[in-house]
């Protein structure tokens, strides 16, 4: 009784050890469009760092071309554009 007690213990330690060493799927990049002196683009930016994220900045003087290149609606444009895992997301 006491080896089988043993057994299912250090069944169950090497499982949690498997278990905490699994590395968790790495943050997907975020790719960020924006101006350079607009404050909450970048404070979006420093939170989505401060979040995990891995965070690319594309500091340019105007994004309508990529803006319209990745098919944001004129209606729903704002300060910044970022593009995750193929995803667009609008300011």
Not at 15 to 22: E, L, P, V
Not at 48 to 56: D, E, K, L, Q, S
Not at 57 to 71: E, P, V
């Amino acid at each position: 009784m006491y080896r089988a007690t043993l057994g299912v213990i250090a069944l169950a330690a090497c499982a949690s050890f498997a278990i905490a060493a699994q590395r968790a799927p790495a943050a997907p990049m975020v790719e960020v469009f924006k101006t350079p002196t607009c404050g909450c683009c970048s404070k979006w930016v420093e939170h989505m760092r401060a979040n995990g994220f891995n965070v690319r900045t594309n500091d340019l003087a105007d994004l309508t071309d990529i803006k319209k290149s990745r098919g944001v609606p004129d209606q729903v444009q704002s300060c910044h554009t970022a593009v995750v895992n193929g995803y667009v997301v609008e300011g």
